[in-house]
T-cell receptor
């Protein structure tokens, strides 16, 4: 029962902004959008999350549409080390204790 | 300082053996998890523990038994290993069941 839809793969040139879309058209009012990434042979890494407002941290920016049915993760200046699988996850507040449901994610490849 | 650590990193064993994977977190979190990532790279929750008590067990065979001696540790014991148990197992932790989870580096289990 997929709650999110992401492209299977994307390419981006090094130094450019990488924009990763996620569709979550059935999101509920109390559900957050979380982004994680998994670099090859490593554990998943938290990137950013948001509810309604756009968010920015040292790693990325998260843009959520006004109707909350989709979002975009932005890596402003992609480097080769950003090559990874990026997961968009929708989860209710406090629902993390049930574990996160990872989909297939987007395999982002940063090209030199 | 490693926030979430797992040992061993690699584990190769024969079918039918019993093995354990250890996990420790030094973040002071009260919720810990075990995830399994299979050969197709799907990452699925197995167990969730809060303050040494089991919260969730996601249809995992009872050959798998988590043990939490204290809040900082969640070990995974596997009896009668089968070929299908070959996977990467990730431990994670969070505070209060929040969705921001911190993952360990993974344990790569190969059952021959």
């Amino acid at each position: 029962d997929a709650k999110t839809t992401q492209p299977t793969s994307m390419d981006c040139a090094e130094g450019r902004a990488a924009n990763l879309p996620c569709n979550h058209s059935t999101i509920s009012g109390n559900e957050y959008v979380y982004w994680y990434r998994q670099i090859h042979s490593q554990g998943p890494q938290y990137i950013i999350h948001g509810l309604k407002n756009n968010e920015t941290n040292e790693m990325a920016s998260l843009i959520i549409t006004e109707d909350r049915k989709s979002s975009t993760l932005i890596l402003p200046h992609a480097t080769l080390r950003d090559t990874a699988v990026y997961y968009c996850i929708v989860v209710a507040s406090g629902g993390g204790a049930d574990g996160l449901t990872f989909g297939k994610g987007t395999h982002l490849i940063i090209q030199p | 300082d490693t926030a979430v650590s797992q040992t061993p990193k690699y584990l190769v064993t024969q079918m039918g053996n019993d093995k354990s994977i250890k996990c420790e977190q030094n973040l002071g979190h009260d919720t810990m998890y075990w995830y399994k990532q299979d050969s197709k790279k799907f990452l699925k929750i197995m167990f969730s523990y809060n303050n040494k008590e089991l919260i969730i067990n996601e249809t995992v065979p009872n050959r798998f038994s988590p043990k939490s001696p204290d809040k900082a540790h969640l070990n995974l014991h596997i009896n009668s290993l089968e070929l299908g148990d070959s996977a990467v197992y990730f431990c994670a932790s969070s505070q209060g069941g929040l969705e921001t989870q911190y993952f360990g580096p993974g344990t790569r289990l190969l059952v021959l």
